[in-house]
T-cell receptor, first 113, second 112 residues
C-alpha cells in the first residue's frame, strides 16, 4: 500500500460526458502528479501541483483540468470525453523535497464508450 | 521539454541471464534518473534511482549506469528470476520533486 488513494477504481461513461477523478496523497506529501497510461504511450505526465499551486504542466488537453485543495487532495476533471481518453489515470505524490520517489496510487481506469 | 527514449520495448531472457534496458534523454539539465517497475495490474514502484553526480549505483541484482556526456543511462538486472517479469520504465527530471518524464517502457519476460 503506497498510501495514495484514488477513486473511483473503475469508471465507464459515454462520449461527450464529464468525469472527475479524485486523489488523496500520502500523509505529509505536498506534491501531487497526474499521469495517463495507455497501451502505446506509456506514462504520460499531465500536471503537477505543489501545496495547492500548479507547478508543472505536461501534455494535458484543454478539455482536462485539475486542482489541489487546501487539504492537499486533488481532482482531475475530464470533459467532452472521447474514445481516445480511455486509459488508466494514475495519481502520485511526493514530499516535493530531495527524496525524489513518487508514490503511485492504484489508478482509475476510465472507459469511454 | 524533456524527451526520454527507451529500448527495447520488449525483452525476453532465460532465468539466470542478465537483462539490460537502455534510455536516452534530451535535456542536458536533467539530473535525476529513476527506474520504476510495474507488475501486471499493479502501480509503478521505484526500484532504483541515480543522480547526475554519480556514474553507477548498485542494489543487489540491480544496477544503473549514467553517462551524462552521451545523455544515456541503463538498467542492468543480473541473475534474472521469473518474478523480475514486469514492465520497466526509465524517467528523467531536472530535479527530484519535479515531474518525471517517462520512457515508453520495456516489457521484460523471464522464462524458467
Amino acid at each position: 500500500d503506497s498510501g495514495v488513494t484514488q477513486t473511483p477504481k473503475h469508471l465507464i461513461t459515454a462520449t461527450g460526458q464529464r468525469v472527475t477523478l479524485r486523489c488523496s496523497p500520502r500523509s505529509g506529501d505536498l506534491s501531487v502528479y497526474w499521469y495517463q497510461q495507455s497501451l502505446d504511450q506509456g506514462l504520460q505526465f499531465l500536471i503537477q501541483y505543489y501545496n495547492g499551486e500548479e507547478r508543472a504542466k505536461g501534455n494535458i488537453l484543454e478539455r482536462f483540468s485539475a486542482q489541489q485543495f487546501p487539504d492537499l487532495h486533488s481532482e482531475l476533471n475530464l470533459s467532452s470525453l472521447e474514445l481516445g481518453d480511455s486509459a488508466l489515470y494514475f495519481c502520485a505524490s511526493s514530499d516535493g523535497a530531495n527524496t525524489g520517489e513518487l508514490f503511485f496510487g492504484e489508478g482509475s481506469r476510465l472507459t469511454v464508450l | 521539454g524533456e524527451n526520454v527514449e527507451q529500448h527495447p520495448s520488449t525483452l525476453s531472457v532465460q532465468e539466470g541471464d542478465s537483462a539490460v534496458i537502455k534510455c536516452t534523454y534530451s535535456d542536458s539539465a536533467s539530473n535525476y534518473f529513476p527506474w520504476y517497475k510495474q507488475e501486471l495490474g499493479k502501480r509503478p514502484q521505484l526500484i532504483i534511482d541515480i543522480r547526475s553526480n554519480v556514474g553507477e549505483k548498485k542494489d543487489q541484482r540491480i544496477a544503473v549506469t549514467l553517462n551524462k556526456t552521451a545523455k544515456h543511462f541503463s538498467l542492468h538486472i543480473t541473475e534474472t528470476q521469473p518474478e523480475d517479469s514486469a514492465v520497466y520504465f526509465c524517467a528523467a527530471s531536472t530535479d527530484s520533486g519535479y515531474a518525471l518524464n517517462f520512457g515508453k517502457g520495456t516489457s521484460l519476460l523471464v522464462t524458467p
